[in-house]
């Protein structure tokens, strides 16, 4: 089906939904990422509500866009956008990391409809975002291809063998998206392995480059619909964020990466987010 195009406010208030998703099923699961999954929660609604053409209940529809979360461990994000999407039940969200459930703590394309492909082992996605599209434009298929990318990640040389491979074959059909947090699961991006100057990186290897406020919706819905008119390179869109956006004692605090809220600290973000663990629980569990 064609992109939703959702309003402006709508996708704010969808990313808000699924904000309230990620913090509910962390503390219903106590086992998983909190940081990197709020802090990426604008453009994936964008992406899912807004950009990409997809059916939820044909995953595997011809026609398809493809997406790829070539960081594997922000599943709850990833999987509160497919549920709000309406992939699977919202209440299967509940059963995040649960034993006979098919959300596992990193994406399975076997498990879960609209995984494209088991991701986890960091610097790898672009390369198959890169294969897809590669193997798009030879098929003579219009479909968009999407890599999601920690800047963490980018301290891996896998990453830059695709960022080259992608220029030279110039494929405009390609855009990947950094979550440009600044943090990562051993402290803060520049004191681990810096990776600045990025954009000016991103040139040099002859992408095209957008620089957006990664949580202004007005900016991500621009650079998606720039980037799908660009021609003749690749699109990199480097979303400058807040890890833990939304939840005060979260933001930009690297601890976040890895663990989840205790029920008591993940009730109170709740709160900070509008809602109550009740109300939003009890919706989650109603669809």
Known sequence: MPPLRYSIEKLKEKALDIRRDIITMLIQSQSGHTGGPLSCADFCAALVFYEANYDPNNPHLPERDMWFFSIGHVTPVHYSMLAEAGFFPLKDLMRFRTFGAHLQGH????????????????????????????GSRMDNHPR????????????????????????HYKLDNLCAIIDF??????????????????????????WHVIEIDGHKMEEIVAAFEQA???????????????????VSFMENDPGWHGKPPTPERGKKALIELGTSWEEWSERLLKN
Not at 144 to 167: K, L, N, P
Not at 181 to 203: C, H, S, T, W
Request: charge should be negative; hydrophobic fraction near 40%; aromatic fraction near 6%.
């Open 228 to 246: 799908r008119s660009f021609k003749g390179r690749p699109t990199v869109i480097l979303a400058h964020t807040i890890m833990g956006k939304g």
């Open 181 to 206: 947090n600044r943090a990562q699961i051993d402290g803060f991006v520049e004191n681990v392995i810096g990776i600045e100057p990025l954009a000016d990186k991103y040139r040099a290897f002859n």
């Open 144 to 167: 968009r291809v999407y890599c999601i990318m920690g800047d963490g990640e980018q301290q891996e040389g896998s990453v830059w063998e695709a960022v080259m491979a992608a220029a």
């Open 107 to 134: 994406p399975s394309c076997l498990d879960t409809p609209g995984v494209e492909v088991s991701s986890g082992s960091l610097g790898q996605g672009l390369s198959i975002a890169m294969g897809a599209a590669l």
